[in-house]
């Protein structure tokens, strides 16, 4: 029998006016994922793949789209390494655009990153941050636009859920549950993945992949 996992750490971005199931979702897949099958194996971390955590710019809490109040995990000066990096959307990513504090810790964080990731306009971020040049990507519906204006390099895919391109970005909201499935089936296989969804009960949407290029 193998000895407990040595998790990855799930480093995931919050501020005032992210959208709550943009960081919500992928937190909740990333937690509940276990290596071992079944209901039982939630009840400890022992065969758990990741440890997911959030980072504000402090620990002060910070108030999301719709007014839930978190308090964050950690800040911006104390949080532990991250191995994958995810970066969700909301109304308050727009004044983060020119941030340059959190512009550079995103810089930073994915350079030592094994994975960066975005949900909904946390796109918007990474191509302010410089990480989308060339690349595909996507991002919620209302703001494909926008994504392009801000690099002609990108090429914004309209119709996918879920964009592979060395970065993974996802559409709008919910669908960064499918983008958190996928990251599980690349290091861990389509079984762990099916079966955590069929746990949290979750219809996942493989077809909607945009396929790497080649």
Not at 41 to 65: E, H, N
Request: hydrophobic letters at 45%.
């Amino acid at each position: 029998m193998s000895g407990p996992t040595t998790p990855r750490n799930v480093g995931i971005l919050i501020f005032d006016g992210v959208e709550v199931l943009d960081f919500a979702g992928p937190f909740e897949v990333f937690s509940r994922t276990r290596l071992v099958p079944g209901t039982a194996s939630r009840r400890d971390d022992a065969s758990a793949p990741f440890r997911a955590f959030t980072v504000a710019r402090t620990t002060a809490p910070i108030t999301t789209t719709g007014g839930l109040v978190i308090v964050p995990h950690h800040g911006f000066a104390d949080h532990p390494p991250i191995e994958i990096l995810v970066v969700p959307g909301g109304f308050g990513t727009r004044p983060l655009l020119d941030d340059a504090p959190t512009l550079d810790w995103i810089r930073g964080v994915a350079r030592a990153a094994g994975l960066v990731t975005s949900v909904c306009t946390g796109s918007l971020l990474l191509a302010r941050a410089g990480l989308l040049v060339g690349r595909r990507c996507t991002t919620h519906h209302a703001v494909l636009d926008v994504l392009a204006s801000l690099d002609p390099s990108l090429r914004v895919e309209h119709d996918r859920r879920v964009v592979s391109d060395g970065i993974i970005s996802s559409a709008g909201v919910a669908a960064g549950i499918d983008m958190a499935f996928h990251v599980i089936e690349v290091l861990h296989g389509a079984a762990v993945a099916d079966e955590t969804a069929r746990y949290i009960e979750y219809p996942r949407h493989p077809d909607s992949l945009a396929a790497a290029p080649r």
